[in-house]
Structure formats: structure tokens, C-alpha cells
């Protein structure tokens, strides 16, 4: 007989969601938490920090008012680490308070200790202290997540060189940053301390980055990170970083050059937290990255009655699916059938500018021969644009031209992680381009901006070829007569 319906490991956005909804179809349930507080990576190192820490950026900076005022515009001069952690601090308090709450009103027990399986029914949970508990759960739901990637060969030292968690508790700000991995976390953080203006160099070995972002939204991006002293090494392949004497990162490039630098951010992916669960007892097998593999709509380990739901089960490795996930794998686990998820998630990515993309790339599209028209509207076009100063910003819409179906809605500039939805909501509902041109929107607002892209695209290739009009007689009279 077990303890409990549910056991939850990881108190992230998947677990979170797993035990809430598990709870509410009215199941016992218990999250074993390792970390002192509830809410995972997402609230303690990840999203939630690492977007405040940009929000207070964007703040104290003056940023959204400098196309107004001017590029030396400031609200505070002399903006120190400190006056960027206190807001951080602040709201992470009031998340941990709400999750709490939500945990205790819906009967969630929550043990903060640290979970191994002892078999596929039993859980051993260490507390800090060294108390150990044993539980039996009919079914569990793996929710760890991910550390940040660290490899030997990286001097990582909490004072010069970070990851993407320590990062957070930088204690000064430094005059120059070199950011290793142009993926997410390596383009948000490097944008958000060049809007502070240190000296940024972001470092990547690929050719090309954020390859699942349409390309013309890319080029937009790079062209707004080289205007704002960003500078890029694409192509660049790390050899060794070293510190030299003053214990500044130097990060030598397999070119030969090097970029020397006040502080290093090393931000190459993640990897599963899975080596210490005891895997091996329920006979569940990681990939090279500590991640589980799962059945992708049932969220299934190998082991039925054992789910895998987040980061740790790999890609898109965002608080918004994984949260999707943790809700699915617990209706799953007691027999309610969840419909599946729509084909379509959005993504965004909080650099500064933003970008948000849903749907198929101009890249995607093209690959699958479908035959289709772009528009595109600069926020600049809008008035709403006007009375925010932004000289920046622009959405690209993607339609079928057989169909007029809406295929991907693609945005770079300010409001970009909010404007897409409603992109997304005419994409999964399989709405048309009939949609944007016969619905009225808000004046002055940034979502003109879907208007103005699907004009562009009307005009381009669905507006029906009108006859000419018909000439005065006088005119026509003096037409040569037909042969
Ligand atoms: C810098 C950064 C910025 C990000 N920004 C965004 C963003 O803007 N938008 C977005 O959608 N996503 C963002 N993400 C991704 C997002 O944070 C993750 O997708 C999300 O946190 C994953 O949730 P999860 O539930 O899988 O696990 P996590 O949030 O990683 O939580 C896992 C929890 O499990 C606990 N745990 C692990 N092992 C055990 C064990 N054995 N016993 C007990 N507890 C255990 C851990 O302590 C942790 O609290 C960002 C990530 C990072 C790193
Ligand atoms: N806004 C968001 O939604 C958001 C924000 C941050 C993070 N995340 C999630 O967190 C996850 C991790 O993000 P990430 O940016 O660390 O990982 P990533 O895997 O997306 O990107 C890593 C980058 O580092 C490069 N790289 C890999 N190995 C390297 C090496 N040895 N040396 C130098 N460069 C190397 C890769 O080519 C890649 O460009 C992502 O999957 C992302 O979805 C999401």
C-alpha cells in the first residue's frame, strides 16, 4: 500500500504543476524539494531572476526612453550590482511566498530533502540534517531539471568566471564581459549587461546562432547588438580560457586570437540532475547529457507508472512547456486522457531588444515547398511606436499562399514576448490571413503592427487583380481600332 498517490522530485515548474494538478483530482501528494526553498531553477537561477534582473536594467538605464532622449539618457548614473540584486531579491520572495501558499491550500506535502529512487515504488529522502525518510508512491513524477554545463577545462572561480547561476551574485558590475555560447541564456545575459554599457564579447563556435529564430529577425538582432557595441565571434571556437595575473579571463580562440575581459560568462547548455537518483534501481538509462528519454505524448519513462516531465527530459527546456508537461504527466498518471498539446508553442527570448517567434521560419517553409508570402510591419510604422520613441523593432508574418493560412509569426523589438500570442492564437486555430485584414485592432497600440504586416502580404500576393477602370469615351475613341 503506498504512502502517497504521488511523488513529485523537483519543486520547478514541472513538478510544481505535476503535484497541483495531481492534488486537485484529489490524489495525496508529496514533493521532496533538495533546494531550501520551493520553485526550482526558474524562480532561484533561471527565468525569474534573470528576467527581473533585465526588467531593473531596462529601468534604471533609462533604455525604453533613450530613442526619445538621446543615447547618453540615464535614470541613475552609477548603477552598482547591489541596485540590481534588491528588486531580484524582492521578487523572488513574493514567488516563493505564492508557490507556498498554493502548495499548503491544495494539501501538497513538500519534504525538503533530497530524493533516490530505492526501487520503482520507493523514495529515500535526505534531509540537510541527515534524516532520511522512506516512502511508497503508486506513481512519481521526475522533476529535477538541470545544472548549468561546467567543464574541467573552464576556471571557474565565483569571482571572474561564472555560470549562468552564479552569474546572479556578481558583486560588482565589471567594465568588460566575454560570453561563452550564443544560445539563450549566453545572447540574454550579454544584451542585458551591454545595455549597462560594459564592454560585451559574445563567443560562439558555430557558424551561426539561435538557429531556430527566423534568419531575417537574426540579422535584425545582430545589426541592433553591432549598433549597440556588442561584439560577435561567431565561428570561434574556445582553445582554453586562463586567467592572467591581475586573475582577469583571458579565452583563447582556435584562430589565435584572444579576448581578455574583467569577468567571463560561460554559457554552453545544461545537464540533467540525474546522476544521484539511483536511476539504475528502476532501470531507467540517461543520454550523455543526463537526460531521460519519454514517451512524448504520454510523458512515460520506461517504467509506466515512473514520468519524466521539464528540462530534464531535453528540448525546448522552457518554464512554460515544462509546466505544460508536469500538468499533462499527472493527468496522465490517473487516467484523465489530456488532449494533445497544440502543434504550435511560442518561444521568447528576452534579449534586449526581444524576440519571439511561433510558428514556421521563411527557412522551414522554403524547406518544405510550401508556396507562401511574407509581410512585414517596423514598429516605427506604428503610432504607438512613434509616441514610444522606438526606432526599432519589426514583425515578419509568414501566410500559405494556397491556403491563406497564418505559418509563423516572427518578432524582434520591445513588447515582442507579449504581442506574439496573438499570433499564436490565429496560428493553432488555423486562422487565415481574412483574420488580420477583416478584424479591427486597438489605436494606437504595437499590434497594429499584425495589421500592417498582413496588408503588406495582401497587397504582395492575395488582393485580386482589379480590372482597370474604363476609360473616358473621348479616349477611347481615339484608341487605334483593335487588329
Ligand atoms: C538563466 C535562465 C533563464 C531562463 N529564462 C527562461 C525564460 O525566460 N522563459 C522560460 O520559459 N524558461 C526560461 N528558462 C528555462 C526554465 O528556467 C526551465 O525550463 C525551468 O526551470 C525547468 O523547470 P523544471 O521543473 O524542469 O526544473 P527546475 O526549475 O530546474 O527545478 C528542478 C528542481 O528539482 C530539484 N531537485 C533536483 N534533484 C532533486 C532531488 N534528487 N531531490 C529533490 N529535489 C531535487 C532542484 O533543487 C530544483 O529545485 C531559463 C533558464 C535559465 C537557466
Ligand atoms: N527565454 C527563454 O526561454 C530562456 C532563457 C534562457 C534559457 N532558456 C533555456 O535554457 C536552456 C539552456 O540554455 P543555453 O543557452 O545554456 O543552452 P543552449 O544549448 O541553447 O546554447 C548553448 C550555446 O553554447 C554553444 N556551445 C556549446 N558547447 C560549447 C562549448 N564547449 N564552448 C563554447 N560554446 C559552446 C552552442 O553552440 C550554443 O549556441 C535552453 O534550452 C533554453 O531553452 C530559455
Same mark, same amino acid.
Given at each position: 500500500?503506498?504512502?502517497?498517490?504521488?511523488?513529485?522530485?523537483?519543486?520547478?515548474?514541472?513538478?510544481?504543476? $505535476?503535484?497541483?494538478?495531481?492534488?486537485? @483530482?484529489?490524489?495525496?501528494?508529496?514533493?521532496?524539494?533538495?533546494?531550501?526553498?520551493?520553485?526550482?531553477?526558474?524562480?532561484?537561477?533561471?527565468?525569474?531572476?534573470?528576467?527581473?534582473?533585465?526588467?531593473?536594467?531596462?529601468?534604471?538605464?533609462?533604455?525604453?526612453?533613450?530613442?526619445?532622449?538621446?543615447?547618453?539618457?540615464?535614470?541613475?548614473?552609477?548603477?552598482? $550590482?547591489? +541596485? /540590481? /540584486?534588491?528588486?531580484?531579491?524582492?521578487?523572488?520572495?513574493?514567488?516563493?511566498?505564492?508557490?507556498?501558499?498554493?502548495?499548503?491550500?491544495?494539501?501538497?506535502?513538500?519534504?525538503?530533502?533530497?530524493?533516490?529512487?530505492?526501487?520503482?515504488?520507493?523514495?529515500?529522502?535526505?534531509?540537510? +540534517?541527515?534524516?532520511?525518510?522512506?516512502?511508497? #508512491? #503508486?506513481?512519481?513524477?521526475?522533476?529535477?531539471?538541470?545544472?548549468?554545463?561546467?567543464?574541467?577545462?573552464?576556471?571557474?572561480?565565483?569571482?571572474?568566471?561564472?555560470?549562468?547561476?552564479?552569474?546572479?551574485?556578481?558583486?560588482? @558590475?565589471?567594465?568588460? @564581459?566575454?560570453?561563452?555560447?550564443?544560445?539563450?541564456?549566453?545572447?540574454?545575459?550579454?544584451?542585458?549587461?551591454?545595455?549597462?554599457?560594459?564592454?560585451?564579447?559574445?563567443?560562439?563556435?558555430?557558424?551561426?546562432?539561435? +538557429?531556430?529564430?527566423?534568419?531575417?529577425?537574426?540579422?535584425?538582432?545582430? =545589426?541592433?547588438?553591432?549598433?549597440?557595441?556588442?561584439?560577435?565571434?561567431?565561428?570561434?571556437?574556445?582553445?582554453?580560457?586562463?586567467?592572467?595575473?591581475?586573475?582577469?579571463?583571458?579565452?583563447?580562440? #582556435?584562430?589565435?586570437?584572444?579576448?581578455?575581459?574583467?569577468?567571463?560568462?560561460?554559457?554552453?547548455?545544461?545537464?540533467?540532475?540525474?546522476?544521484?537518483?539511483?536511476?539504475?534501481?528502476?532501470?531507467?538509462?540517461?543520454?550523455?547529457?543526463?537526460?531521460?528519454?519519454?514517451?512524448?505524448?504520454? /510523458?512515460?519513462?520506461?517504467?509506466?507508472?515512473?514520468?519524466?516531465?521539464?528540462?530534464?527530459?531535453?528540448?525546448?527546456?522552457?518554464?512554460?512547456?515544462?509546466?505544460?508537461?508536469?500538468?499533462?504527466?499527472?493527468? =496522465?498518471?490517473?487516467?484523465?486522457?489530456?488532449?494533445?498539446?497544440?502543434?504550435?508553442?511560442?518561444?521568447?527570448?528576452?534579449?534586449?531588444?526581444?524576440?519571439?517567434?511561433?510558428?514556421?521560419?521563411?527557412?522551414?517553409?522554403?524547406?518544405?515547398?510550401?508556396?507562401?508570402?511574407?509581410?512585414?510591419?517596423?514598429?516605427?510604422?506604428?503610432?504607438?511606436? =512613434?509616441?514610444?520613441?522606438?526606432?526599432?523593432?519589426?514583425?515578419?508574418?509568414?501566410?500559405?499562399?494556397?491556403?491563406?493560412?497564418? @505559418?509563423?509569426?516572427?518578432?524582434?523589438?520591445?513588447?515582442?514576448?507579449?504581442?506574439?500570442?496573438?499570433?499564436?492564437?490565429?496560428?493553432?486555430?488555423?486562422?487565415?490571413?481574412?483574420?488580420?485584414? +477583416?478584424?479591427?485592432?486597438?489605436?494606437?497600440?504595437?499590434?497594429?503592427?499584425?495589421?500592417?504586416?498582413?496588408?503588406?502580404?495582401?497587397?504582395?500576393?492575395?488582393?485580386?487583380?482589379? #480590372?482597370?477602370?474604363? /476609360?473616358?469615351?473621348?479616349?477611347?475613341?481615339?484608341?487605334?481600332?483593335?487588329?
Amino acid at each position: 500500500m503506498a504512502d502517497y498517490d504521488l511523488i513529485v522530485i523537483g519543486s520547478g515548474p514541472s513538478g510544481r504543476r $505535476a503535484a497541483i494538478q495531481a492534488a486537485k @483530482l484529489g490524489k495525496s501528494v508529496l514533493v521532496a524539494e533538495k533546494h531550501r526553498q520551493v520553485g526550482g531553477v526558474s524562480v532561484h537561477t533561471g527565468t525569474i531572476p534573470s528576467k527581473t534582473m533585465r526588467e531593473t536594467v531596462l529601468n534604471l538605464t533609462g533604455w525604453r526612453e533613450r530613442g526619445f532622449y538621446g543615447r547618453s539618457y540615464r535614470v541613475k548614473k552609477d548603477i552598482s $550590482a547591489a +541596485d /540590481l /540584486l534588491t528588486r531580484g531579491a524582492k521578487t523572488l520572495e513574493y514567488e516563493v511566498d505564492v508557490l507556498e501558499h498554493q502548495f499548503s491550500r491544495n494539501h501538497v506535502q513538500i519534504v525538503a530533502g533530497e530524493a533516490r529512487f530505492l526501487g520503482p515504488h520507493d523514495i529515500e529522502i535526505t534531509r540537510d +540534517d541527515g534524516d532520511v525518510e522512506r516512502h511508497k #508512491a #503508486a506513481r512519481v513524477v521526475i522533476a529535477c531539471g538541470t545544472r548549468p554545463f561546467r567543464p574541467a577545462y573552464i576556471p571557474f572561480n565565483d569571482k571572474s568566471v561564472f555560470d549562468s547561476d552564479e552569474i546572479l551574485a556578481i558583486e560588482r @558590475l565589471p567594465r568588460s @564581459l566575454t560570453v561563452i555560447g550564443a544560445g539563450v541564456i549566453g545572447v540574454e545575459y550579454a544584451t542585458i549587461f551591454s545595455a549597462l554599457d560594459v564592454a560585451v564579447t559574445l563567443v560562439e563556435p558555430r557558424a551561426s546562432f539561435l +538557429d531556430f529564430v527566423d534568419k531575417e529577425v537574426i540579422e535584425e538582432f545582430v =545589426h541592433e547588438l553591432r549598433d549597440h557595441n556588442v561584439s560577435i565571434r561567431l565561428g570561434s571556437e574556445v582553445k582554453s580560457v586562463t586567467l592572467d595575473a591581475a586573475g582577469r579571463p583571458v579565452c583563447e580562440i #582556435a584562430s589565435g586570437r584572444s579576448v581578455t575581459s574583467d569577468v567571463l560568462l560561460f554559457a554552453a547548455g545544461r545537464v540533467g540532475e540525474t546522476e544521484r537518483l539511483n536511476l539504475g534501481a528502476v532501470g531507467i538509462t540517461c543520454d550523455h547529457r543526463g537526460r531521460i528519454p519519454v514517451d512524448a505524448k504520454t /510523458l512515460q519513462t520506461v517504467v509506466p507508472h515512473i514520468y519524466a516531465a521539464g528540462d530534464v527530459i531535453g528540448f525546448p527546456s522552457l518554464a512554460s512547456t515544462s509546466m505544460e508537461q508536469g500538468r499533462l504527466a499527472a493527468c =496522465h498518471a490517473f487516467g484523465l486522457e489530456p488532449p494533445a498539446p497544440p502543434e504550435f508553442f511560442p518561444y521568447g527570448i528576452y534579449s534586449v531588444p526581444e524576440i519571439s517567434t511561433v510558428g514556421m521560419t521563411e527557412e522551414e517553409v522554403l524547406k518544405r515547398g510550401i508556396p507562401y508570402e511574407c509581410g512585414v510591419a517596423r514598429f516605427r510604422e506604428t503610432s504607438r511606436g =512613434h509616441i514610444m520613441g522606438l526606432k526599432s523593432g519589426m514583425m515578419k508574418m509568414i501566410f500559405s499562399k494556397k491556403t491563406r493560412r497564418l @505559418l509563423g509569426v516572427h518578432i524582434v523589438g520591445e513588447g515582442a514576448t507579449e504581442l506574439i500570442h496573438i499570433g499564436q492564437a490565429v496560428l493553432n486555430l488555423k486562422g487565415t490571413i481574412d483574420y488580420f485584414m +477583416d478584424n479591427t485592432f486597438n489605436y494606437p497600440t504595437l499590434a497594429e503592427a499584425y495589421k500592417i504586416a498582413s496588408l503588406d502580404a495582401w497587397n504582395r500576393a492575395f488582393a485580386p487583380v482589379a #480590372a482597370p477602370p474604363p /476609360l473616358p469615351a473621348e479616349a477611347e475613341a481615339a484608341l487605334p481600332a483593335a487588329q
